[in-house]
T-cell receptor, first 111, second 119 residues
Framework: QKEVEQNSGPLSVPEGAIASLNCTYS??????FFWYRQYSGKSPELIMS????GDKEDGRFTAQLNKASQYVSLLIRDSQPSDSATYLCAVNRRGAQKLVFGQGTRLTINP | GAVVSQHPSWVICKSGTSVKIECRSLDFQATTMFWYRQFPKQSLMLMAT?????????EQGVEKDKFLINHASLTLSTLTVTSAHPEDSSFYIC???????????????FGPGTRLTVT
């Protein structure tokens, strides 16, 4: 079982709809969770971080964390074509320096 | 804030030569920096973790004598690809963590990457 798992997609969502991206992790002592966006040919960009159970909202983005289920998700409201990218879920274990990344979900927003 | 730069953004070199890539944190002190490599349509692969003033920790399978990492200051880390070969052609990306500043957490900020082509 991979430490961090994401559906590789591609996930196609019509413009204006809600895009839902999911991520599960295997290590229960994980404490920090991140979502990065990576456009083709570019480096990853941090868009959300979440550390405690529940929802965290930032503009059109909402991160949701459920530590009991070892599950973290990212919702993108009012999806725009510019949201088309690969979204990477990353997890940090307590005491560890490095992040563990999922393989990424490719999201396409259709006009 | 949280800006990380890399130089050069792209480089072409001949097989057998060495290439140095710089990674700088511009508005914070990066006690820890990370070096990743990404091949086309593949996931990020962590190569090594470097802490300021100490030796880098390399991931399994990464040759430390081939990929030399130096983190001599709180704002600069360098990766030198020695005796480069065509199979080293890849997208090299650094990231930095602000451990003691406002962002006292595990957020990592990525540089824009360096595209290396070895001919």
């Amino acid at each position: 079982q991979k430490e961090v798992e994401q559906n590789s997609g591609p996930l196609s969502v019509p413009e204006g709809a809600i895009a839902s991206l999911n991520c599960t992790y295997s290590d229960r002592v994980s404490q920090s969770f991140f979502w990065y966006r990576q456009y083709s040919g570019k480096s990853p960009e941090l868009i959300m971080s979440i550390y405690s159970n529940g929802d965290k909202e930032d503009g059109r983005f909402t991160a949701q964390l459920n530590k009991a289920s070892q599950y973290v998700s990212l919702l993108i409201r009012d999806s725009q074509p510019s949201d088309s990218a690969t979204y990477l879920c990353a997890v940090n274990r307590r005491g560890a320096q490095k992040l563990v990344f999922g393989q990424g979900t490719r999201l396409t927003i259709n006009p | 804030g949280a800006v990380v730069s890399q130089h050069p953004s792209w480089v072409i070199c001949k097989s057998g030569t060495s290439v140095k890539i710089e990674c700088r944190s511009l508005d914070f002190q990066a006690t820890t920096m990370f070096w990743y490599r990404q091949f086309p349509k593949q996931s990020l692969m962590l190569m090594a973790t470097s802490n300021e003033g100490s030796k880098a920790t390399y991931e399994q399978g990464v040759e430390k004598d081939k990929f030399l990492i130096n983190h001599a200051s709180l704002t600069l880390s360098t990766l030198t690809v020695t005796s480069a070969h065509p199979e080293d052609s890849s997208f090299y990306i650094c990231s930095a963590r602000d451990q003691y500043g406002e962002r006292r957490n595990y957020e990592q900020y990525f540089g824009p990457g360096t595209r290396l082509t070895v001919t």
